[in-house]
C-alpha cells in the first residue's frame, strides 16, 4: 500500500508552503514542486493557488485532502493489523502530550516501553489539548493524553487520574493550621479564605490551570488583591516555597515536582471537582497490542 501521493498533498496543505513541507517529507523542494505540479495536470485542475505567500487547497484541493486523510488513516489501522499479524511488533505510535507532563511522565515510561517493544517509535507531539485532538482527528495522532476532550461522540475515552487543584504554600504561613483532612482525599483541603490577604501566583487566563482556578475563587467567594502572574507550575510553587505568595498547581505535577525548599499543598474551592486526565483515540481505529500496552503502561504510571 502506497499512499505517497496523498501524504504529499496532506503535508503540503497542511504548511502551505513548499519549502516546509519538503522538509517534513525529506525531500527537495524542486522535487515536491514538480510533483504537485505533475499530479495538477494529471488530474487537469489545480489543487493549490497562491494567496499572498501561502500556498491554500482551492476547493478540489480541499477535497483531496479530506479523501487523502481518510486513505492515511485507512493505511495506518492496516499497518497496525498486519504488524499484529505478523507480530514482529515493527512499527509506530504518536502521541500528543501536555509540554508539561512530558518532563516527568516521557523518560520512565519510554524506558520501560522499548524493553519489550525495541523497534516502535515512539513520537510526541508536545502541545495543548485543542490541538492535539485536531492532529488526533486528522489522523496525524493515534492517541492523546489530555484533560479536555471535545469531540466525545468522535473519540474513546479511557479516564486514568482524577487530577485535583491544590494550593502550594509555605509551612511558614499560618493559614496552614486551619486545613481540614477529607475522607478518601489525598490531600488536606483549605478554604481559601484563610490566605485571601496574601499575593497570588496564578498562571495565565488562557491556560487550564487558571480557569480551575478561578472556579475555586468563585467558591470561596474570594477575590484576590494582589496578584502575580506566571506561566510555569513549577516556578510559580517554588516561588511559594520562598514565600512569595501562594500558587496553583495539579496534583499530577505536585506528585513529580521537587523543590529546594518544603512546601505544603492542599485542595482548594469545590472539594467535588476533579478533572479527569484520559486518554484518547479515534472511533473504530485498530488498536495495536503495542498500543495497549503504552496506555496500560501509562495507567500503570498513575496508580
Known sequence: ???????????????????????????SQPTLSIFIKRLEERMGIKLFQYIGKKMIPTPAGELYVKKAKELLIIQDQFFGELTDLVAGYTGRIR????????????????????KKYPNIEVIFIETKSEIMEAKLLDGELDIIFTNKVAAIDKLNIISVYKDKLLLAISPNNPACQYSVKLKDHEYPWLDLNY????????????????????????????????VFIIQNMEAASQLAAEEYGVAFTMASYAR?????????????????????????????FYLTAYAKDFISLIKKFFL
Open 1 to 27: 500500500m502506497d499512499l505517497r501521493e496523498q501524504e504529499y498533498v496532506t503535508v503540503l496543505a497542511k504548511h502551505g508552503n513548499i519549502t516546509k513541507a519538503a522538509e517534513e517529507l525529506y525531500v
Open 256 to 284: 513529580f515536582f521537587s523543590y529546594p525548599k518544603p512546601l505544603n499543598f492542599f485542595e482548594v474551592g469545590s472539594p467535588d471537582f476533579f478533572v479527569d486526565i484520559c486518554i484518547a483515540y479515534r472511533k473504530n
Open 95 to 114: 502521541i500528543g502530550i501536555h509540554l508539561r507532563r512530558s518532563s516527568f511522565f516521557i523518560p520512565k515510561l519510554l524506558v520501560e516501553f522499548e
Open 195 to 226: 490566605v485571601k490577604n496574601n499575593r497570588f501566583i496564578m498562571q495565565n487566563p488562557i491556560q487550564a490551570t487558571r480557569a480551575f482556578t478561578n472556579k475555586a475563587l468563585a467558591y470561596s467567594k474570594v477575590n484576590p488583591e494582589k
